[in-house]
């Protein structure tokens, strides 16, 4: 049974940066096919895809966050990781980390609250 | 910016059908995904695959979930509402590793 967990910090300070993990077991994250990916939902509103990365560490980003995020990944451990720069008040959200395919998310984490607050 | 347009709501009578579109240009040369979304605990209540590929069905899902998608506008259709049906429906489209959109969402009541 595929299983995705999220961890990182629940409060993080404006202008820093956000780090996130997720760590899959279950399956592979070599697994030829399928590609992994951080969505976020900020309180009260809809979904917000991230990015998303290849177990080769192609990655591919949201062009509005472009420029703050670096998504990559750690076969060794089964990991996949989020560094979002500069965060302000707004990227308050829940975070999930994904597994992909065919042009849909199949598989979820449980998601981790993050708040961007001094 | 590519945009995906969904009513803010929609509602529905128990057993009755249920519809709730998402339109963006030109969707139908794009794949469709839709995901259902129950209020849950904190932080949140995962969602849910419940079509893919424009009309297809993941394991698990109830036949009475449907879907189609032409032109501009895609729909994920409700057949027999249930209460347990009521939750919140996101659309999604992507047609490359580099271009994933959500809906804004439709909050679904089955009253």
């Known amino acids: 049974q595929l299983q995705l967990q999220e961890s990182g910090p629940g409060l993080v300070k404006p202008s820093e940066t956000l780090p996130l993990t997720c760590t899959v077991s279950g399956a592979s994250i070599t697994t030829s096919g399928y590609f992994w990916g951080w969505i976020r939902q900020p309180p009260g509103r809809g979904l917000e895809w991230i990015g998303g990365?290849?177990?080769?560490?192609?990655?591919y980003y949201n062009p509005s966050l472009k420029s703050r995020v670096t998504i990559s990944v750690d076969t060794s451990k089964n990991q996949f990781s989020l560094n979002m720069r500069s965060v302000t008040a707004a990227d308050t959200a829940v975070y999930f980390c994904?597994?992909?395919?065919?042009?849909?998310?199949?598989?979820w984490g449980q998601g981790t609250r993050v708040t961007v607050s001094s | 910016s590519y945009d995906l347009t969904q009513p803010p709501s929609v509602s529905v009578s128990p057993g009755q059908t249920a519809t709730i579109t998402c339109s963006g240009d030109?969707?139908?040369?794009?794949?469709v995904s839709w995901y259902q979304q129950r209020p849950g605990q904190v932080p949140g209540q995962s969602p849910l695959?419940?079509?893919?590929?424009?009309?297809k069905r993941p394991s698990g899902i109830p036949e009475r979930f449907s879907g189609s998608n032409s032109g501009n506008t895609a729909t994920l259709t409700i057949s027999g509402s249930q209460a347990m049906d009521e939750a919140d429906y996101y659309c999604?489209?992507?047609?490359?590793?580099?271009?994933?959109?959500f809906g804004g969402g439709t909050k679904l009541t089955v009253l």
């Open positions: 994904a597994r992909l395919r065919y042009s849909s998310v199949w598989n």
């Open positions: 695959l419940v079509i893919y590929q424009d009309k």
């Open positions: 990365i290849y177990d080769t560490g192609s990655a």
């Open positions: 030109k969707l139908g040369d794009k794949f």
């Open positions: 999604q489209a992507s047609d490359s590793s580099s271009d994933w959109v």
